[in-house]
């Protein structure tokens, strides 16, 4: 059975960063006007070139390759957070404090899923709740510290607080 043309390494090694790049460039130069206002053929004679030439060096057209799957899926990610952060922050009338809670929850979904979508969760999880490696080590060392940081914090907080009160009454 014949491969579908979208998978096929013509398309994607030689077709698709060509016209990324050249889309790219003629999109540029007619925003800045850099060559002048209305010249439409000359910015897409240049958006040629630069797309022909990155496909003529195979170093340059691998990394334009190999980036595009890192843009794509974090396009997606901050499509979903935009997504969960309008629904959030949107024309509600809800409390501070209960949006920020919200927003929160929402973004420790979302590293959780991606997490669990790229096999990290697996990993990570052996690594901090095995008993055979340094991470259960690192994870009790690492609330430790949050928690004494989050005393000490208290304790400022806690003594700005009465020093203030104390020396407005007297």
């Known amino acids: 059975m014949a491969e579908p043309i979208f998978v096929a390494p013509f398309f994607t090694e030689y077709i698709l960063p060509f016209v990324l790049v050249f889309t790219l460039v003629f999109a540029i130069l007619q925003k800045t006007e850099l060559l002048g206002t209305g010249k439409k053929q000359n910015d897409a004679i240049i958006g040629l070139v630069i797309g022909l030439i990155l496909i003529a060096f195979p170093f340059a057209r691998s990394i334009v390759v190999g980036i595009m799957p890192f843009l794509a899926i974090s396009i997606?990610?901050?499509?979903?957070?935009?997504?969960?952060?309008?629904?959030?922050?949107?024309?509600?009338?809800?409390?501070?404090?209960v949006k920020i809670v919200l927003m929160v929850i929402f973004a420790a979904a979302l590293i959780s899923v991606l997490l669990y979508?790229?096999?990290a969760?697996?990993?990570?999880?052996g690594f901090l709740f095995s008993g055979e490696s340094t991470g259960s080590a690192v994870l009790?060392?690492?609330?430790?510290?949050?928690?004494?940081?989050?005393?000490?914090?208290a304790v400022l907080k806690g003594k700005g607080d009465n020093s203030s009160s104390l020396s407005s009454k007297g």
């Open 121 to 125: 969760w697996n990993y990570l999880y």
């Open 76 to 97: 997606a990610i901050l499509l979903v957070f935009m997504i969960g952060y309008g629904f959030v922050y949107g024309n509600g009338t809800m409390e501070r404090r």
């Open 117 to 119: 979508l790229t096999g």
């Open 140 to 153: 009790i060392n690492g609330i430790l510290v949050i928690l004494i940081a989050g005393a000490i914090i």
